[in-house]
């Protein structure tokens, strides 16, 4: 199967920093990766899909790059209701599994 | 508008099956290039893909709880079910039912039940 690993495990910033969250493969997926951002007590929301591909509505602070096995989640300004855990998943392929990375506990400073 | 919603019991006994549902409601679960399927989350934890099923009904599992887990729909009442036999504590977890559109992220999700398995 295909282990994802992210970096930070956390991290503390503040209104208006920009963020680089960080996502890898243990083989390359090309470009199926999403993320995905989780409120406490919600289940998560897709952000980006493809991974550059921002979803319908999410604001376009948010950005995603990358392909193979390196992968980067982007906020431009962070805001106040950007706190969360975000996490990455790839889905190359269906028989090794679709997996997810441990996730990146945001909070706002 | 696409909404999805789990249901079945908080609490299962050690070495029963857990049974959850997900019904379905602004799309057949027959349509489209879509995958159904059920993420889990145990209390604290990230995010585990247990399996999915597409519109056509081929079924795909996580290769480390295949042996346990059976995905199934119900094409009548437009949804989908999963089943996860001789659970333990570690299949203590939220369970999330959820669309994937070919190619795309999981959107929408469920909101999620709890299930604890304890005596």
């Known amino acids: 199967d295909i282990q994802m690993t992210q970096s930070p495990s956390s991290l503390s910033a503040s209104v208006g920093d920009r963020v680089i969250i960080t996502c890898r493969a243990s083989?390359?997926?090309?470009?199926?990766l999403a993320w995905y951002q989780q409120k406490p007590g919600k289940a998560p929301e897709l952000l980006i899909y493809k991974a550059s591909n921002l979803k319908s509505g999410v604001p376009s602070r948010f950005s995603g790059s990358g392909s193979g096995t390196e992968f980067t989640l982007a906020i431009s300004s962070l805001q106040p209701d950007d706190f969360g855990t975000y996490h990455c998943?790839?889905?190359?392929?269906?028989?090794?599994?679709?997996?997810f990375g441990p996730g990146t506990k945001l909070e706002i400073k | 508008q696409l909404q999805l919603q789990e249901s079945g019991p908080g609490l299962v006994k050690p070495s029963e099956t857990l049974s959850l549902t997900c019904t379905v409601s602004g799309a057949s679960i027959r349509s489209g290039n879509n995958y159904w399927g059920w993420i889990r989350q145990p209390p604290g934890k990230g995010l585990e893909w247990i399996g999915s099923m597409y519109s056509s009904g081929s079924t795909y599992y996580n290769p480390s709880l295949k042996s346990r887990v059976t995905i199934s729909g119900d094409t009548s009442n437009n949804q989908f079910s999963l089943k996860l036999n001789s659970v333990t504590a570690a299949d203590t977890a939220i369970y999330y039912c959820?669309?994937?559109?070919?190619?795309?992220?999981?959107?929408?999700w469920g909101q999620g039940t709890l299930v604890t398995v304890s005596s």
């Open positions: 998943q790839q889905y190359n392929d269906y028989s090794l599994g679709f997996s």
């Open positions: 083989q390359s997926v090309s470009s199926w």
């Open positions: 959820m669309r994937r559109p070919s190619g795309n992220g999981v959107d929408p």
